[in-house]
């Protein structure tokens, strides 16, 4: 069991390339002996965005402050503080910060998806890094 503030989970920058101004916390992960999920909140500063990447998992999404963009390759859909966002597996996804302040959302992901990594790819031919935390 675990019961702990947001505030008191590391904050960790989001170093991949393609993203800008992203940092989450693992809020539950296997680190707290979750079997199955991993809980995430990504905080983007305004301006910010996560790569445009694709991966073998979906994402789960709640939009808990702030307004963005989903970019997929069907285009772009605006969301808003409260939304809920669902990105099937295996197509690019972006998410960025479309307002003046900061963006965060909770996404939930397969303890899995990072445990046991699958090739993941960018639209960026420089980002071949793995992408653990996007």
């Not at 990504?42 to 402050?65: C, D, M, R, S, Y």
């Not at 397969?110 to 046991?116: A, F, T």
Request: hydrophobic share 35%; charged share 25%; glycine share 6%.
């Amino acid at each position: 069991m675990k019961l702990i503030h947001f505030d008191d989970v590391p904050l960790e920058t989001v170093s991949i390339e393609g993203a800008k101004n992203v940092k989450l916390r693992w809020l539950i992960s296997d680190k707290d002996n979750a079997p199955n999920f991993a809980l995430r909140m990504f905080e983007l500063e305004a301006g910010g965005f996560t790569p445009f990447h694709t991966h073998n998992w979906e994402h789960e999404v709640f939009v808990i402050q702030g307004t963005g963009i989903l970019v997929t390759e069907d285009g772009e859909k605006d969301f808003q503080q409260w939304d809920v966002i669902y990105t099937d597996p295996n197509i690019y996804h972006q998410f960025k910060n479309s307002g003046d302040s900061m963006l965060r959302f909770l996404c939930a992901i397969p303890i899995d998806s990072y445990l046991k990594p699958q090739k993941q790819s960018t639209k960026n031919p420089l980002g071949d890094e793995p992408e653990n935390n996007c």
